[in-house]
């Protein structure tokens, strides 16, 4: 099965974030909760943790791109 991993909601009026940092790569294996990755918003940075166990299938977004809250920026296969 395929999880996505998408931009959390990190306030009310944040609209959309850059993708700081990978911490993981394509075919790294990840556990559930794992950070995988940081974003920065309204001059904060959050982490995304890995919405399931299993392995970094596909990036969608590098480092440096910004995207809208909501926006799938990885896929992992469990």
Not at 33 to 60: H, N, W
């Amino acid at each position: 099965m395929k999880v996505s991993v998408k931009v959390p909601k990190v306030g009310l009026t944040v609209e959309e974030a850059t993708v700081a940092e990978w911490l993981k790569s394509v075919g790294d294996r990840v556990e559930h909760e794992e950070t995988i990755a940081s974003v920065e918003a309204d001059k904060a940075t959050y982490e995304i943790p890995a919405p399931a166990a299993g392995v970094l299938e596909e990036i969608r977004v590098e480092s440096g791109e910004t995207v809208e809250v909501g926006s799938v920026i990885a896929v992992i296969r469990t």
